[in-house]
């Protein structure tokens, strides 16, 4: 009776084993292709590199959940396995030591690939987190690029309007010192002036003398437009002649 006992626990534990590594085994292909990012939401790129792991990080973190939980639970009934097949009372045969073995090594399997496509995809997202820290660091990098290139275009810009206000300042300094060199001028040829005329009040031949000079010279003034009239209107009548 009591290893009718033991061989009926036997194989509603052998059965509730194979439906449980069963509903692992169909777990583990979805959570392979969610690891690997060809499955789930989110996941719409065809090249590992480029998919976005954070859409579908909470999906994951629940399959690996669910799978752990399953795992466990198959443990226990492994266990439970190798505790009935010690109660009976012939001692286990080859086969039911096989079958145990059999049952051990696969729960070894799914735990290897479990962890496995755990590994995989924390280093994938560790590589995309990185890879999204580089863009930043190569964002910011160009963004303060083109805010020295700008500033430098204002201090250049900056230094040109310096060098105009200095040019300007250096032509008003011309201006004024011609201005005062001809303000110097225009009193010293007051003051020759001012020496002919007391000159010629004293000396009244040397007042003639200039008068003289004077006339002599609106004189050939007077003579030379003539010439220049007759001969401007020679030319023109020559020209429309």
């Not at 509603?12 to 060809?38: M, P, W, Y």
Request: aromatic share 6%; proline share 2%; hydrophobic share 35%.
């Amino acid at each position: 009776m009591a290893t009718s006992v033991g061989a009926n626990g036997w194989e509603d534990l052998r059965k509730q084993a194979r439906q449980l590594e069963n509903e692992i085994d169909l777990k583990l292909v979805s959570f392979s292709k969610l690891g690997t990012g060809h499955g789930g939401v989110g996941y719409k790129s065809d090249s590992p590199d480029t998919v976005p792991l954070l859409s579908g990080e909470h999906m994951f973190e629940t399959m690996a959940l669910e799978i752990e939980q399953l795992l466990a639970k198959l443990s226990v009934l492994n266990e439970r396995l190798g505790e009935v097949s010690s109660t009976q009372a012939a001692p286990p045969s080859s086969a039911l030591q096989h079958t145990l073995q059999r049952h051990r090594e696969i729960l070894q399997d799914y735990t290897q690939e479990f962890r496995k496509t755990q590994s995989n995809y924390r280093a994938r997202r560790e590589r995309e987190d990185l890879l999204n820290t580089v863009r930043k660091d190569i964002d910011n990098y160009k963004s303060s690029s083109g805010l020295n290139r700008r500033m430098d275009l204002y201090l250049k810009e900056n230094e040109h309007i310096r060098s105009s206000d200095r040019l300007l300042d250096e032509q008003i300094n011309i201006a004024v010192d011609t201005r005062d060199h001809l303000v110097s001028q225009r009193l010293t040829f007051k003051r020759l002036q001012t020496k002919i005329n007391d000159i010629s009040n004293r000396f009244p031949v040397v007042n003639s003398l200039l008068q003289r000079i004077n006339i002599r010279k609106r004189r050939d003034s007077i003579i030379l437009g003539l010439v220049i009239g007759v001969c401007t209107i020679l030319l023109l009548m020559y020209a429309f002649r």
